[in-house]
T-cell receptor, first 118, second 110 residues
């Protein structure tokens, strides 16, 4: 249980285009999902917390108009990087909070999406 | 942002050796977590700790939640090649946000 998927796993795009990343909880409902980015050899940096049916809460320094988050259902959250630039190239990881019987009530992570902006 | 102090930063060990890493914080956490991340993958939860003093095992892995709730260690016994990766500690806040350590990179010499 507590499996989280992300799609796509890798994406290469041209500067100025927008990219959408999907995060799905496959075998549980997630009222809360989190979006992170990770630079090489660094720890995960929280970008935003997303609750189903409400607006995402962004961390300080993260532009909400640049990184659009939609959490329309209990199993799906999307992150759209708008007008992407090379400095947006990074590893984006989502997680979902699971509180299942027999599972730990904490975050379970997706496999990540490698974004490269040319 | 806020970060936990995780050490060592990296470890070079021989296969079969035991490994120990730890995290400390100036803040108290009610939950400590240990994750492993392989290259190009998301973190995978190894062990979750909920009570001060708690000692929990998961196969060859053992982790303890410090009595002061400000520290935790992770031990790996009899390391094998697939243990290679980056290990992260994390303290969980009440709103389920995680405060991360900087990671310990484990490298096993053949």
């Amino acid at each position: 249980g507590a499996v989280v998927s992300q799609h796509p796993s890798r994406v290469i795009c041209k500067s100025g285009t927008s990219v959408k990343i999907e995060c799905r909880s496959l075998d549980f409902q997630a009222t809360t999902m989190f979006w992170y980015r990770q630079f090489p050899k660094q720890s995960l940096m929280l970008m935003a917390t997303s609750n189903e049916g409400s607006k995402a809460t962004y961390e300080q320094g993260v532009e909400k108009d640049k990184f659009l988050i939609n959490h329309a259902s209990l199993t799906l959250s999307t992150l759209t990087v708008t007008s992407a630039h090379p400095e947006d190239s990074s590893f984006y990881i989502c997680s979902a909070r699971a509180a299942l019987a027999g599972s730990t009530d904490t975050q379970y992570f997706g496999p990540g999406t490698r974004l490269t902006v040319l | 942002g806020q970060q936990l102090n995780q050490s060592p930063q990296s470890m070079f060990i021989q296969e079969g050796e035991d490994v120990s890493m730890n995290c400390t914080s100036s803040s108290i956490f009610n939950t400590w977590l240990w994750y492993k991340q392989d290259p190009g993958e998301g973190p995978v939860l190894l062990i979750a700790l909920y009570k001060a003093g708690e000692l929990t095992s998961n196969g060859r892995l053992t982790a303890q939640f410090g009595i002061t709730r400000k520290d935790s260690f992770l031990n790996i016994s009899a390391s094998i090649p697939s243990d290679v990766g980056i290990y992260f500690c994390a303290g969980q806040l009440g709103n389920y946000q995680l405060i991360w350590g900087a990671g310990t990179k484990l490298i096993i010499k053949p």
